[in-house]
């Protein structure tokens, strides 16, 4: 008697994977592109921060980009550190972070090119309504110097979370214990049970304080975003260590294709346009009611020198 | 509670209304994952067939490392394969990294120990006795091999279950090789870790119950397709059950 294929079923199977495979291939062209288009926009790869990215400024910047220069502009945000790393690699072909002192590092190692600041907004102390630090209207390092007291001095009622994940929030809270004359690592980290440190993102941070009843230094885009879901309202407001600046930046290696830094500097140039400047200046006022952002054409902040209007052209250091 | 209501609600919502972005990252969520299971089939079964029917040295020891391996964290392989296809990586001018095509490779790389692991134990599961006779009735090995294989294929179609559930579910090797790049390697695990991080809850509840419709509807098709055939194909031997 003769016996017809015994592998059937597993025949049936794979012929079933190939054809999802191959359905869901072909569902998955992407809009931007036109179906009968013969050649693929050059790519353009951007490394950015969490706090940044969730606000939106991107998406809403990213079509005008494109169709400016018909290149396909691809955004990853996974953190600060994760940018930089990304940038070093080679993996990015342009920052945008709000790290100053990572970011001159960088630049100073030979790995980036055309640093412009061109934007910035101030963080924010936010905290408990019933403010039990007692720290309302301080200075941030006034502030930070009751909480730890007051912390360590077993008050249970007040907690500091931390970002804890080397992100440019976190480096601006390093840097205002380091004004209040603290040593980060030996005073601060692990001094207590007052000293959270979650290692999320800004949101999930926020989140994690509004559960805790705890003080945290935040960017004042994603508090506004998460308006009415926190239980923290925001305590201080003013300082010159609140200054939130942020840049972009050309990354530069050696195996960079000179394309792709050409682009990288044609992007700066179309951040720092007027253009792109007023729709920076613009940008939430609609939502929130104010900008989430002031762009350096608006009036540089007190104290700060920087190049904002310098076409970015130079594709080496 | 609220949020998972909600949840529901938007879900129904974004399905019936066809949301273009939905469709685009469910598309990718399943062209990524598919082919990653389809992929890893192809290896693992054949792979786990051969570690099974033979003896060799350390054998105990190789399935006992593919056992372990069940076990690594999703992050540590998006790191590892990463490191690989990174532009300053041994593999860098292929430019895989920040593609769909890296991710599939990734996802293959993480559901191969299931695969292989669980297709042993499939096979393992047969009774020694029915390979003594296939042998005695003068089966080759190849045969024999072939007919345990047609035995044991429920249990490994568990495996590519398995397989293609651990893959659409992870978010480790999607993150880290992907980026999470509106319209190019966004798919639903990392489209719900950004709407989590970013406070919308019931979006990312919603985003949840379509993996697992999508899910369902595979596991579905692949059970009903292949118990159905095998029911036929049951009647056409001629074996016990016709």
New interface residues.
Partial sequence: ?K??C?????F???L???G??II??C??T???QPVNQTEPKPKL?LATT?SLY?TGLL?YLEPKFEAKYNV?L?????GTGKAIELAK???ADVLLVHSPSQELAFVNQGSGINRRTFAYNYFIIVGPPEDPAGIKGMSPEDAFKKILAQGKSGNSTVIFVSRGDGSGTHTAEQKIWTNAKFNYTQDIQKSGKWYVESG??M??TL?VASEKGAYTLTDEGTFL??AG?LNVVPVISEGSSLLNLYSAITVYNE?QPVERIAMANNFINFLISNETMTDIANYGKEKYGKGLFIPMTSGMPYGVTADFTTPATAIRP | MEEIISGFIQAFQLIVSLNPELLEVTALSLFISLSATAIAALIAIPLGGVIHFREFAGKRVLITIIQTLYSVPTVIIGLLVFLIISRSGPFGFLGLLFTPGGMIIGQTVLIMPIMIGLTITALSGIDRNIRDTLISLGATELQSIARIVQEAQFAILGAVILGFGRAISEVGVAMMIGGNIRGETRVLTTSIALETGMGNFGLSIALGIVLLAIALVVVLIMNLITSGALADSDKILGGPRA
């Fill in positions: 008697m016996h017809p015994r592998f059937f079923p597993i049936v199977l794979f079933l994977l190939i999802g495979v869901s291939g569902t998955t992407s809009p931007s790869l969490t969730d998406n396909d691809l955004i990853t945000s996974q690699k080679g993996d999320k993102g949101g999930e989140q975003a998460y879901k195996k």
